[in-house]
């Protein structure tokens, strides 16, 4: 269930709309952010970017007449999804916007995120960001028989909140090319997201407005159509529980579906789409270990202490130790203050191993009673296939409008019965993940990322550092206490 309502879930600043064509108000200004390739020789760092997602960003008609506000399109501009496209404009932001407006903070090695940005126009909440290659292009990343590292700073991080690295097949130019014309910004701007979600929110799908059917009172507002793609979740976590989960879909590439083929949950139509919406998910709570992750105050001891800077390692091995084989396992493991430990093992009975493996998947689906959409949509092969063809490095904070983040951190679903196997997911409560709750509660929470560092398996490794401990701050908050923990 990782990840189940990340982009429906995302939440904007209200009045920021989006659009395709490019406006002149302001200079778009990538922040810098490193990227450091490593071989067996050593790591060499590189200058690289981040763009801000398009869903974020101001859209106008070329003047200052919004084409989308408070949740709605203008009728007048947006009659119809190609009208729109092409009378409306996205503008730019520059590194000063990028900080003052949504919260997003270069800072040397590394990249912060705040929860609650506050401008005279209105309230940002989280952000999206994808990391550039060059102004115009995302970076591709091909991971197979490779390792990606990073280091995580998660202690701003309370229950209800996801910090979330990950990556999903979006076009390297932003949907430029394939849009035939009517998507003139691309990934300067930050077009063309899609996850396995398939996500209704996007305001623009292959350069077309998603205007059809548009539900202005949904929350988010969303669409006719959806954003489908394939997806590799890296990080998924708050300072409570943590997750890390392959997303294969049977389509290539960004798949703009509708209908059954989106797989929406409010027409129990979840695992009639294109893409494994659940996934499988390496829980290390959900799967048995309550003292793995979590943050270390008086009292607690936990193996990964989620207070403290924390660098995560993620290898994809094939199955002849080579860049062309199959996918075969997802292994994972911690570096934190100078010591490498190893990733927790399951001890659900039935369920053996402690990285993401086709067999791994199938017993869990087997204990939890889960359907095996995983399996049914290829398993570790389609998404090793995916990440031959290339996958778009993804940087976000958001809180969950839809299922209050209970499927990372707390017991979801919430009307199991009690001791059912798989629904335990953390430690937090099941009532304070609501957004309204979290943004008057934590207005001051963030999550930073650092030293991301690519190559061969065993290429990147390097110390993780040291942070906070003794006594608990206001984000170790809203866990469950002396409960028995099944």
Known sequence: MANVFRSAALCLLASTPAAQQVGTH??????????????????????????????????????????YKD????????????????????????????????????NGNGLTLDFVTDTEYGSNYGSRVYLMDNEREYKMFKLKNREF?????????????NGAVYFVEMEQDGGIGSSGGSNQAGAMYGTGYCDAQCPHDMKFINGEANTIDWNATSDPPIGKYGSCCAEMDIWEANSRATAYT?????KTGLYKCEGKEC???????RYDGVCDKDGCDFNSWRLGNHTYYGRNVAGADFTVDSKKKLTVVTQFVTHDGTDTGDLVDIKRFYVQEGKTIENSFSSIAGVTGNSVTDELCNEMKDAFNDINDFKLKGGLKAMGDALDRGMVLVMSLWDDSLANMLWLDSRYPT???????????GPCFTDTGAPSYLRKKYPSASVTYSNIKVGPIGSTLQNGNGGNDGDDDEFGGNRRLNEVLV
């Open 26 to 67: 302001v200079a778009e200004e990538h922040p810098e952010l490193p990227l450091w390739e490593c071989d067996a020789g050593g790591c060499t760092k590189e200058t690289k970017s981040v763009v801000l997602d398009s869903n974020w960003r101001w859209i106008h008609n070329g003047q200052y007449t919004n084409c």
């Open 71 to 106: 949740g709605d399109w203008d009728k007048t501009l947006c009659p119809d999804p190609q009208t729109c496209a092409q009378n409306c404009h996205m503008d730019g932001a520059g590194v000063r916007e990028y900080a003052s407006t949504y919260g997003i903070h270069a």
């Open 149 to 161: 590292t990073l280091t995580v700073d998660m202690a701003r991080m309370p229950c209800g909140l």
């Open 246 to 250: 392959p997303h294969p879909c049977s």
């Open 263 to 269: 797989g929406d949950n409010d027409k129990d139509e």
């Open 415 to 425: 009307d199991a019965p009690e001791g059912t196997p798989g629904v335990d997911r």
